[in-house]
């Protein structure tokens, strides 16, 4: 008797959740490589990041959504709330992803959003936090009383803990059906932006708390000869004050973040990188409609 070949699955997932539980960061150890930024404030992932990773059986479309915004209304925030919902319309499986051991108001809005026809994931994200181990396993017993998931895994995904598991537990969700990218593939986001996502989060990293949410990032200029990328960018910000912090004394913060986005550009597209930032002032841009349709914000 001949062996039945295993069927090759293909499919999207959604990973959701409030700001700041580590979805980026998620997402980037799923794919195996950075192509979510990341950082300790809220807000960071603004778009719906596509990451793909490809196994011997099934290929994994991963889609990172900015984390639901509840407290502050702008058109911004209106966008970013419309891209969550229109994503978990046209998924095979949703990963919300909360913080081991902590379920708060927040989790619960998200969850009035997940769609019901789905199967829905629990992602216990940085369990290697946990000062008392003893906590986990009664915390995932309340949480699989109170709502009908999937799944509940823990894991760690600045650790890379169980997340081969989470995998596991993904992939006969998958529908049947050949790859929709290359193998070699892990995002169908283009270099310009990427390039304008890896600025965005040297702000995040490196300037005050309040800044990053009032600044956005636009290539102006991205040109491709051979091995050389010479990529124009603009940050902008509501005021002009903010304009001088960006800039720094003497330009020293401005060059900082050039610096250090530039690393980040040559190590992903794997060239030389030749990169000027400017910094302009649009003010009220994150209430204006047309601009945040402008910057790319669905």
Not at 18 to 31: A, H, M
Not at 46 to 60: E, K, S, W, Y
Not at 91 to 108: G, M, N, P, Q, T
Not at 264 to 269: A, H, I, P, V
């Amino acid at each position: 008797m001949t062996e039945q070949a295993i069927p090759f699955r293909t499919g999207y997932i959604a990973i959701v959740g409030r700001p700041n539980v580590g979805k980026s960061t998620l997402l980037n150890r799923l794919i195996g490589q950075k192509i979510s930024i990341v950082s300790r404030k809220a807000q960071t992932t603004r778009h719906r990041i596509t990451g793909i990773r490809t196994d011997p059986d099934a290929q994994f479309v991963f889609v990172d959504t900015p984390g639901f915004q509840t407290k502050y209304k702008s058109a911004l925030n209106d966008a970013m709330n419309r891209g969550v919902t229109t994503t978990l319309s046209d998924v095979d499986a949703v990963l919300f992803v909360i913080e081991a051991s902590k379920f708060d108001a927040r989790d619960l809005e998200v969850i009035k959003l997940l769609p019901k026809h789905r199967p829905v994931i629990l992602v216990l994200n940085k369990a290697d936090l946990l000062k008392d181990k003893g906590q986990l396993l009664p915390f995932i017993q309340r949480m699989a009383t109170q709502f009908e998931f999937h799944a509940i895994v823990p894991v760690s995904a600045k650790k890379i803990m169980k997340i081969d598991v989470l995998v596991d537990v993904i992939k006969p969700l998958l529908p049947e059906g050949a790859p929709m990218y290359e193998e070699d593939q892990v995002t169908d986001r283009s270099e310009r932006f990427l390039a304008s996502e890896l600025i965005r989060e040297k702000i995040f990293r490196l300037v005050g708390d309040e800044l990053p949410y009032s600044t956005a990032v636009e290539i102006e200029k991205y040109e491709e000869e051979g091995n050389l990328r010479r990529i124009f960018a603009s940050i902008l910000v509501d005021r002009d004050a903010q304009k001088a912090i960006i800039i720094g004394h003497d330009g020293d913060k401005l060059k900082e973040i050039s610096t250090q986005a530039r690393t980040d550009m040559e190590k992903m597209f794997d060239c030389t990188v030749y990169l000027e930032v400017f910094v302009k002032v649009k003010s009220g841009w994150a209430d204006d409609t047309r601009l945040v349709r402008q910057f790319g914000y669905e």
